[in-house]
């Protein structure tokens, strides 16, 4: 039981280039999240899917694109790093119509853009 | 989501309680307060949440106020594991929605 997993775990990108962070979960739960922590920041939403086919903008959407593949996975889409988005990315899901509605996070994927 | 207003640090003796207190004074009859933790740079946890009544699980007691604007955190048996930021955020049981963190309150537990 994997829960939510993160791919990749560290990426190094030059500015412009363009990358596709993975995240899947197998808890079959129906929301899924992608939030921004910069150091010693908190938490920073950037797109939430509330199910599947659905997107929302968070707080952070510039520079981002995200797709729900389908109920297990939610991909975040950088099309041209920028250094700004040099951060540590958690994906997160949740069973939103159901049980105590508890958020569970994966490890995190550290990107670094130069 | 109500907005909830955190201490940004706060120490504590290993060994005592950890009291971590959170202002939610916007908070919806409908929303419950959730409380989760992170340590270092890993993905945050949860911990507890409650809607009114005081809630204890292996981890923690959330004690949350009769007006529902304010709640308290408490780790009863600090150790030194449980340095971390711990956030507290308010939503509604059920539903997707925003979920947005604030600040959190960075503890440290000391020997």
């Known amino acids: 039981n994997a829960g939510v997993t993160q791919t990749p775990k560290f990426q190094v990108l030059k500015t412009g280039q363009s990358m596709t962070l993975q995240c899947a979960q197998d808890m079959n739960h129906n929301s899924m999240y992608w939030y921004r922590q910069d150091p010693g920041m908190g938490l920073r939403l950037i797109y939430y899917s509330a199910s599947e086919g659905t997107t929302d903008k968070g707080e952070v959407p510039n520079g981002y694109n995200v797709s729900r593949l389908n109920k297990r996975e939610f991909s975040l889409r950088l099309e041209s790093a920028a250094p700004s988005q040099t951060s540590v990315y958690f994906c997160?899901?949740?069973?939103?119509?159901?049980?105590?509605?508890?958020?569970?996070f994966g490890a995190g994927s550290r990107l670094t853009v130069l | 989501d109500a907005k909830t207003t955190q201490p940004t640090s706060m120490d504590c003796a290993e060994g005592r309680a950890a009291n971590l207190p959170c202002n939610h004074s916007?908070?919806?009859?409908?929303?419950?307060v959730y409380w989760y933790r992170q340590i270092h740079s890993q993905g945050p946890q949860y911990i507890i949440h409650g809607l009114k009544n005081n809630e204890t699980n292996e981890m923690a007691s959330l004690i949350i106020t009769e007006d529902r604007k304010s709640s308290t955190l408490i780790l009863p048996h600090a150790t030194l594991r449980d340095t971390a930021v711990y956030y507290c955020?308010?939503?509604?049981?059920?539903?997707?929605?925003?979920?947005?963190f604030g600040q959190g309150t960075r503890l440290t537990i000391n020997p």
């Open positions: 955020i308010v939503r509604v049981f059920q539903g997707a929605q925003k979920l947005v």
């Open positions: 916007t908070i919806s009859g409908n929303e419950y």
């Open positions: 997160a899901s949740t069973d939103g119509s159901s049980g105590a509605n508890v958020l569970t």
